[in-house]
């Protein structure tokens, strides 16, 4: 068995280098993905963003054309900011410390970006009877965009993807199934401007909004009594988050606008849009416009996937689990695909200062990527 071209901390130092936090164009670490790909002999295409020409997903493959078992694996290539956090080193330097490497993206999971470049580096990809997908995602912090964006492609020119598709966040080498999704809605609420001294004569933008946000609040309520079947998630039900509101424009002026908007987490399995009608029924009275910003799917994938069973020999317990965050797996979900979140290091470390992966934790992801590639997608001789 030959070794990484790259040992692993240094390939790692390389991709937390590329300062990607979310509103910063991705396009150089793309281009360095779509370069370690060819390296091992991957055919790379790449998805731009029609809205903005500094981002783009990396698509490389290996094998057959168009087959759809085989496996696919994705990860994202933002981050999140660092500006406020107290780090004891600089975020986008690597730092090696009680076998622990520190580091904006090391768990989140630009880690596991480099263990799987490794662990194909010690495999001959021109000899998978199956395809190997990988997809190198943008903007997943702010919402999952990137997937997004290429799913709406892909599903319209009819492309596909292998079904088994290994996500890999940091789950602490837990096997993922499930997660919420996140709706973003607005609520224009719409009144009529007067005086103050003579408030009879307007309608009051505000008071009109503060009615639908107890409302809102009672529809929480409701909801959270309303659980699922689904004990692998800590929050069985739908959970809404009013955030943000502004209205009125002078302390002397009846308010003839306010804006709210909320965010809420549709279930695995749920029409995510059901909740929003909800909330639309309890508004009827109200004068207002209400618009969905943004859907970012939930996902849930069946049990007793093949690709379950060989994660199941790497993962520290056979519980399978779900995650409280959205991934990209949602998305692909549309595509067909089944997806498993799975990876090392830690979500607890993630987003907060020092966030770090153990050097022992990427070696092993290291393995597990060279495992379930070469049982999905048939490499059957080391080189
Ligand atoms: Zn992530």
Redo the contacts with the bound molecule.
Sequence with gaps: MTTSPEPLRESLERLVAFPTVSNRPITALAAHMAQLAQDVGMRVDRFDDPDDDGKCTVIATAGPDDDTEGLTIT??MDVVPTEGQPWSSDPFRLTERDGRLYGRGTA??KGFLAATMAALARMDLGALDRRLALVWTHD??VGCLGSAKMVDAWQEEGRHLPKACLVG??TGFQILRMHPGHVAIELAFSGTAAHSSRPDLGRNAIEAAATAVAAIRDLAAELATERADLPEMERPWVAVNVAEIGGGSAINIVPDRCVVRLGYRPLPGMDPLLPYRRIQERLAELPHEGHVLRVTPAMLTERGTGLEQLLLGHAHTPQLGSAG?A?DGGNLSRLGLQPLVFGPGS?DV?HKADEYVPLDALHRAVDVVEHVVRHRCGVIKAD
């Design positions: 990860g994202h989140d999971m997943e912090e966040e940091p965050f991934t979500i993630a």
